[in-house]
């Protein structure tokens, strides 16, 4: 090989790194931007007040966004509820049992679910919730957004446990301890990372929906804690003042939009961190 080949093939490999770099950090740029503009726009109207107090009618001025915060930790706890025991059950099942008509028949199931979008759910959980109740409420928004919680548990769920080695389920099942017991005390913990980091991806999913809860949730001005009754969300404040005519009204639509990013971003780095730190290492 002579020093022109070789000095082509450096080139050729600086260049390409440099354009794996560029197009990384272009990926980057628009949540930068995102980020900058909701920064912006809405850390002005931040304050202890705004997190704390209830909206105001229209022409007053000031008002919060505490009834909204939360609904939408009512929301979410209701959501996880409905769907973290469904979902977890059901993603021991796929792991332990890979093939069988019932097995391809739920991983199917949950594929074509993924794939629904948002208002399609609250559609149906406005059919078979909020008419059989005869009103919107939390607890009909936390069906729909428990639905969409779904795949995203069932798969992380399936996809971790099945990264356990055979031989420890083998040795505890050697020992004589019951499969139920082996699944629950020893096969769970190990995969505990990766169901609790899907566990934390699917609510951050959730939790800037909007397109359910206005045909469940369908928001309140009041504080209401009743799962029966109509709550506010944080994506519902957004979704009404941003289309109001009132700019006192957008400035606290940027006000929730930057809460709302900040606890969906909490969301995210804890599922990182929680991956990178408690990783069970076989």
Known sequence: MNNYTLSLRIIKDRGFKTLVILFSFITIVPLLFILFHIIKNGIGVISWQFLTSLPKPVGEVGGGIANAIVGTFILIVMSCMLSIPLGVSAGIYLSERREG???????????????????VMGILAYTWVVLSLGTFSAFSGSVALGIMMLPIIVRSTEETLKLIPEMLKEASLSLGVPYYRTLLKVILPAGASGIVTGILLSVARVAGETAPLLFTAFGSPFMDVNIFKPVNSLPLVIFNYA?????????LAWGASLVLVGMVLTLNFSAKLVTKRWKVQF
């Open 243 to 251: 289309t109001s005519p009132y700019p006192s009204w957008h400035q």
């Open 101 to 119: 008509w019932l097995a391809s028949l739920v991983r199917l199931s949950v594929d074509i679910l993924q794939g629904i979008p948002s208002i």
